[in-house]
């Protein structure tokens, strides 16, 4: 199976700040590689797809980059609502695979 | 608009079979491309994803999982089910069914869910 590793595991900052996670694979995953966002209590919500494609509907201060092992999600500039947690997954290789999560948090 | 919604038992017992229903609407489970998955959260922890149906009866499992899980559609009824055996109570989670959609403007078409339920709270005990 393919490792998904994100960092960090917790981040706490502040309205209008740059934010980046990180999402490391065991192996390369080519450009499959899908971020989610999930608020507590409600389903995940699908942000970018294919490593760097925006989802319809999701606002463009959400990016994704990089390909093969290391990848990003960046929030250009932190809304009250993007506090969230959010999850990588590969779907280069079955078994699909999730990343731990990252808890983003008001600083 | 495509909507999902899972539906089951709240609560089973160890070792009893649990059989959980995804009712959907808005797409169909024959246009090629489209599956549906099933994906779990025990509480405070991450997500896991179980089971993939595809349009064509292509069925994928989690391997760790592969010999306690069945997933099948019934394209009528727009229905995908997924049973899993000798329920445990580390089992307990929220379970998740999601849209995989056929029709993503990059190559490979890759495995993406797009729309999910709301989920269902399974508590395994006796």
């Known amino acids: 199976d393919i490792q998904m590793t994100q960092s960090p595991s917790s981040l706490s900052a502040s309205v209008g700040d740059r934010v980046t996670i990180t999402c490391r694979a065991s192996?390369?995953?080519?450009?499959?590689l899908n971020w989610y966002q999930q608020k507590p209590g409600k389903a995940p919500k699908l942000l970018i797809y294919?490593?760097?494609s925006l989802q319809s509907g999701v606002p463009s201060r959400f990016s994704g980059g990089g390909s093969g092992i290391d990848f990003t999600l960046t929030i250009s500039s932190l809304q009250p609502e993007d506090f969230a947690t959010y999850y990588c997954?590969?779907?280069?290789?079955?078994?699909?695979?999730f990343g731990q999560g990252t808890r983003l948090e008001i600083k | 608009q495509i909507t999902l919604k899972e539906s089951g038992p709240t609560l089973v017992k160890p070792t009893q079979t649990l059989t959980l229903t995804c009712t959907f609407s808005?797409?169909?489970?024959?246009?090629?491309?489209?599956?549906v998955g099933w994906i779990r959260q025990p509480p405070g922890k991450a997500l896991e994803w179980l089971a993939l149906?595809?349009?064509?009866?292509?069925?994928h499992y989690s391997p760790s999982l592969k010999s306690r899980l069945t997933i099948t559609k019934d394209t009528s009824k727009n229905q995908v089910v997924l049973t899993m055996t000798n329920m445990d109570p580390v089992d307990t989670a929220t379970y998740y069914c999601?849209?995989?959609?056929?029709?993503?403007?990059?190559?490979?078409?890759?495995?993406?869910?797009?729309?999910w339920g709301q989920g269902t709270m399974v508590t395994v005990s006796s």
């Open positions: 997954q590969q779907s280069y290789t079955s078994p699909i695979t």
């Open positions: 999601a849209h995989r959609p056929g029709n993503l403007p990059v190559a490979g078409n890759p495995d993406v869910f797009d729309i």
């Open positions: 294919a490593a760097f």
């Open positions: 808005g797409f169909s489970l024959s246009t090629g491309g489209v599956g």
């Open positions: 192996q390369s995953v080519t450009s499959y």
């Open positions: 149906i595809y349009w064509d009866d292509d069925k």
